[in-house]
């Protein structure tokens, strides 16, 4: 392999990581059975199951402040702020922007990530009016599921019926949130060469139409799209753009 293919496929793999916490994630899970691909990773897979839930909870000052920095003050400043309960989310702070801030856990992963248990996790993100309307509710699901105890195969199972059911909204049009957190811990892998386990970036959430339609994942484009493992119980894309700034306006690495 040449040295441009491998810069290549190490720039692609870099943006698959980005992508580890964010609700649609559950998009890229089959739906009825964990996918082998999973069931090969058991024996190192270093959280096989969820970790007490303690663990998982923040400080509430820490964890209101983490989520207002996904996006500008500009805009997260008059945002609503949702904290981590021993039932699922709970509104910290009310806001008159239509936008709403959280933070999210590992469970907001890819079923099939090794690091959907992590306790360490932390995913900064804050939602555009659309997106709360219309993604935020697979978060509220999903949580208030896995801290009643379920399964990841009866999560997918619930997402699955919910969506054919329409108990769960289909994407509004220019759904989007900004992921620019520069505290965000994404997973254990560093993320860019100094050592961050985030890459500022925003996503933009469309229903299926495929990475062409934005020139996405082509040579020198700024946008990825989430890769599609089959499936998915959500009808949803998600498109990826680095921003190369924190929310506060510093530089952000991009590798």
């Given at each position: ?125 804050c939602y555009n009016p659309p ?125």
């Amino acid at each position: 392999m040449d040295r441009q293919s491998r810069s290549k496929n190490e720039e692609t793999m870099k943006r698959n990581q980005v992508i580890a916490v964010a609700p649609v994630i559950v998009a890229v899970m089959a739906c009825f059975a964990l996918p082998q691909r999973m069931q090969g990773q058991d024996n190192k897979n270093p959280y096989p199951s969820m970790a007490p839930v303690d663990q998982y909870m923040m400080d509430r000052d820490a964890e209101i402040s983490l989520a207002r920095s996904a996006a500008p003050v500009s805009i997260s400043r008059d945002a609503k702020v949702l904290v981590l309960g021993p039932h699922g989310y709970e509104t910290a702070a009310e806001g008159k922007n239509g936008f709403v801030c959280l933070v999210e856990r590992g469970w907001l992963n890819l079923f099939d990530n090794s690091e959907f248990w992590d306790p360490k996790v932390r995913g900064a993100v804050c939602y555009n009016p659309p997106a709360a309307r219309s993604i935020l509710p697979i978060t509220y699901m999903r949580t208030e599921m896995v801290l009643a105890g379920a399964s990841k195969i009866k999560i997918a199972e619930r997402e699955k019926e919910a969506y054919t059911n329409k108990q769960l909204p289909a994407v509004e049009q220019g759904a989007m949130c900004y992921m620019m957190a520069k505290q965000s811990y994404l997973n254990d892998k560093p993320l860019t060469n100094d050592g961050a386990h985030d890459v500022a970036h925003l996503m933009f959430y469309t229903p299926l139409i495929g990475a062409a339609a934005w020139g996405a994942n082509l040579p020198n484009s700024p946008v990825y799209l989430n890769p599609q493992f089959g499936g998915a119980p959500e009808p949803i894309d998600v498109f990826i753009v680095l921003t190369g700034t924190w929310s506060d306006g510093s530089p952000a690495p991009l590798e």
